[in-house]
């Protein structure tokens, strides 16, 4: 009894601790007066509601979901054929691949906006909104690679032989047996990959510069004249975005199995 209740108190301590800096940025956010302290002074929402009262937030709020959608969907777009490449040729040369496309996200962000903002500026295209997202597409395709090698790895493939079987070729395969049931994996590697690429800062900023403003890079310029308490506000609004959008995949997919816990037995 005694060793549960100190294991208790000791992962309690340890989740409040790694909790405080967020507590800390949320009771700022709530300041009344534009001051950067804590515990609050007053309480008003007001710094909430300027992320889309100020036209100069609110274009930095549309421009970061702009590019988290269409980087999230380049990232599954590279992941999908490349996954299904992975599993139906099982083949030590494959892996390869496999390697090519964790990469991106293994090296160093610095590393990978180094060679971003090199190959943009050699081809002239920098500073070209559209390169942030192929870029952002291509730093996260991991994550839905990972998600949908997983769904692959789930498939019994005596269904795929069955469709074979009665006179079904590969894209009608994917298209009615492999598809619905990779579907779930599908999701949430594009949900990982949108919220990943909606608080990225590095790989945006080194490839398009002050072409766009996302709302991290609004938030590096705001610094530079000064605190307010809606760059607190902001940092709250991602953590709610990405707690809503993993909450969701909780909800209605297995969260276990797409994050890789293999299915119990019995």
Do not use: C
């Amino acid at each position: 009894m005694r060793q549960t209740f100190l294991r208790r108190l000791y992962f309690f301590a340890v989740g409040l601790f790694l909790a405080l800096p967020l507590i800390v940025v949320a009771g700022v956010s709530v300041n009344e007066k534009q001051d950067l302290t804590f515990p609050p002074v007053g309480f008003s929402m007001s710094w909430y509601q300027q992320i889309f009262a100020d036209p100069e937030w609110r274009r930095a709020l549309i421009a970061s979901i702009l590019l988290a959608l269409s980087a999230a969907a380049i990232a599954v777009a590279v992941a999908l054929p490349l996954a299904w490449f992975l599993w139906r040729r099982i083949a030590p040369w494959a892996n390869v691949f496999q390697l090519l496309g964790v990469a991106p996200f293994i090296l160093p962000p610095v590393i990978t906006a180094l060679g971003m903002l090199t190959f943009w500026a050699t081809s002239g295209l920098y500073g070209q909104p559209w390169t942030a997202a192929i870029s952002h597409g291509i730093f996260f395709v991991t994550l839905p690679l990972v998600t949908l090698s997983l769904g692959f790895a789930s498939i019994d493939r005596s269904l795929v032989e069955a469709a074979a079987t009665m006179g079904a070729d590969d894209r009608t395969v994917l298209r009615t047996v492999v598809f619905p049931l990779i579907l779930p994996y599908l999701v949430s590697g594009y949900a990982f990959a949108f919220v990943l690429s909606l608080n990225e800062y590095i790989v945006a900023y080194m490839t398009v510069g002050f072409t766009i403003e996302t709302l991290p890079i609004k938030i590096f310029n705001a610094l530079r004249y000064g605190y307010t308490p809606t760059m607190a506000a902001v940092s709250i609004f991602f953590v709610a975005v990405a707690a809503l959008v993993f909450g969701l995949i909780a909800r209605f997919g297995d969260i276990r199995k797409l994050l890789g816990a293999m299915a119990s037995e019995g």
